[in-house]
């Protein structure tokens, strides 16, 4: 359990460097607990929490505050799109070499899969089925690209279409490839996401595909959210960053032996 020295007084930069930790240890705090923690007033919480959440640090809720990794709690892809860019972009410019002239492939919705669609220039008579709707803008002005867009019950916040009509037509397709997002990836469990609509889309994405390809930047591994989609047996090329830690690079090259790293 995290603890500092309660009798020691805290600058406001060390107090909300130690709250983020004390969410990210107990998942789910009260603002009463924090102020009993820090004796402070319930007002320097709430703005220590206000601008917390303004960096993207922490979550809060009525009442209190989760850690942004809870496995029920997404980012709106507003969010996340600000989120490791740098990585996300990186895995996209080494993911798009293993894709050729004529293929079909899926895009799975996600920040890191716009980074993908943005680099699909070039190519001739490439099929690029996709949910997300703000992908399928990206690909629409782009020569060589064939679309087609799922529909389906859309998403809030999250820009992307899934449930039976989504599920329905995916089932009838095959495709060479598909290039997965993720919110959570362990070695157990493999990927995950909080929502069970969503996690049905992707594991449909899967099974119609020849080839599974994730895009994982370093910072989901070791996060687990609600529903898992594909574990690591199924996942043919996992795609990583320069930031994932030597241990847990090796131990990826167990499950999956044709993991790679993007340097940028």
């Given amino acids: 359990m995290y603890e500092i020295e309660k009798e020691k007084p805290l600058f406001a930069e060390e107090r909300k460097k130690q709250i983020v930790a004390v969410i990210r240890d107990r998942k789910k705090v009260t603002v009463p607990f924090l102020c009993d923690f820090f004796k402070v007033s319930p007002a320097t919480i709430r703005n220590d929490l206000a601008e917390l959440e303004n960096i993207k640090l922490i979550k ?7 850690d942004l990794s809870q496995t029920g ?27 050729e002239d004529n293929d079909i492939i899926i895009l799975d919705a996600g920040t890191t899969t716009i980074e993908l669609a943005k680099l699909l220039h070039g190519y001739s008579n490439l099929t690029v089925v996709v949910n997300d709707i703000t992908i399928a803008q990206y690909l629409e002005n782009i020569d060589g690209v064939n679309i087609i867009l799922i529909g389906g019950a859309i998403r809030k916040k999250q820009h992307c279409a899934v449930g039976p009509i989504a599920s329905k037509i995916l089932n009838e397709l095959s495709v ?35 080839k599974v390809f994730v895009l994982c930047d370093s910072s989901k591994f070791g996060n687990t959210s609600f529903s898992q989609f594909a574990p690591p047996s199924l996942i043919d090329v996992l795609i990583t960053d320069h930031e994932v830690e030597k241990d847990y690079y090796e131990s990826l090259t167990k499950e999956i032996p044709k993991t790679i790293i993007a340097y940028e």
Avoid: W
């Fill in 176 to 210: 060479d490839k598909v290039f997965l997002g993720t919110n959570g990836f362990t070695l157990e469990r493999g990927c995950t996401t909080p929502d069970m609509n969503q996690a049905e889309i992707k594991e449909i994405m899967v099974k119609i595909a020849s």
């Fill in 73 to 99: 709690y997404e980012p709106s892809s507003n969010e996340k799109k600000v989120k490791n860019l740098h990585l996300k972009k990186a895995i996209a410019k080494e993911s798009v070499k293993f894709i």
């Fill in 60 to 66: 809060r809720t009525h009442g209190g505050a989760i």
